[in-house]
């Protein structure tokens, strides 16, 4: 028999890993590395298999480099700058900044839309791949099945690096196990499935995000596919109550506002010619401390009060009002006309005795 093990491309080997606590590393047992025992959280979703030393989850040193020339001023429109701008403060920068575009690229003069952004100015955590890979997952989106990928990878120009490779690309999970080994199940039936560029300077993530058909399909975009896969990321992380998401013991707040200026609607250089809305969502992400977590859920009681005694004093106004205007249940007797003449009572005939039968 083959071991699982062997058959997996990528697999995470945690040491010392118990089912109640959340994972961490901890010494093997002498001469080998001990397998980690599967990891659930509270919503039953557990850890995924992949390598935490395999290079592609390695964060780029060159996306926050020091030593790289910046200009304080973006440069006049119709020029392209070759330095990096000043982000400052700044949750991402206009791609066309460095002669980019919002559309990557899939083939000659065709792309996709990358129609979700992470803002810069998220919680740091979000701007390494782990961290967002986590987050990503509480969206209930994980690594392709068994880590394995088909395709060639797009490209997106996002900064003065110019058209660069996908760093991952991430699907739909269906059921928990999907985080364990993968998403086979969307890999087959289709869904939603997001492909990840980080750009230079900022960090902010830029994700094209679309809903693709079955493998008897060849995957191809549905109708609509690009802003319906937009929209669905977004309703993942506002599905519950303030934004709130979680993973593996961690918490997320997601914000949400919508850009309408960094690409146009319709289907100019639009792969398969699908249309887009041409609005992108920007996706302010903090990871929640167990503060973070008390205020909201103080604050949650707080406006349940309000609406609570709202609620009681509409009903109770209501009821005040109308019991002034409705009329008496009590009517008075209407008097007899004096004009009115009352028919006598009329005699009951007395009952005839029974007849006689006939001699």
Known sequence: MVSLTKLLPHKREKKGITASEPPHDAPGEAGGTVLASVTTDDNGRTVGLEDPNDPALVDDPAIFASDVPVVAVPPPEGEVSKDLVDSKGKPYIDPRVYGGTSIDQTGPGLGEPLNVIVSALSSPDLLTRKGLQQYLRSLDLDMECFGLHSGNPQKAWLDPRGWVDENFLYRE?????????????????????????????????????SKEEDVSKHHMIIPDGYNIGRDWVVQQG????????????????????????LMPAGTAGINHNIATDGRTALLTIKVLSSQDKA???????AAATTTTTTTTTKNQKRTSLLARVAPSSKKAARPVSQDVKVAPAVPVPAQAGPVAAAA
């Open 295 to 301: 205020a909201l859920k103080a604050a949650s009681a």
């Open 173 to 209: 999970v269906y059921t928990p196990l999907d985080h364990l080994f993968g998403t086979c199940i969307e890999s087959l039936r289709g869904g939603n499935h997001i492909r990840v560029w980080q750009q230079m300077g900022t960090g902010a993530w830029f994700f094209a995000a």
């Open 238 to 261: 506002q599905r519950n109550k303030n934004g709130v998401t979680s993973f593996m013991f961690k918490t997320y707040q997601t914000q949400v506002e919508y850009l309408t200026d």
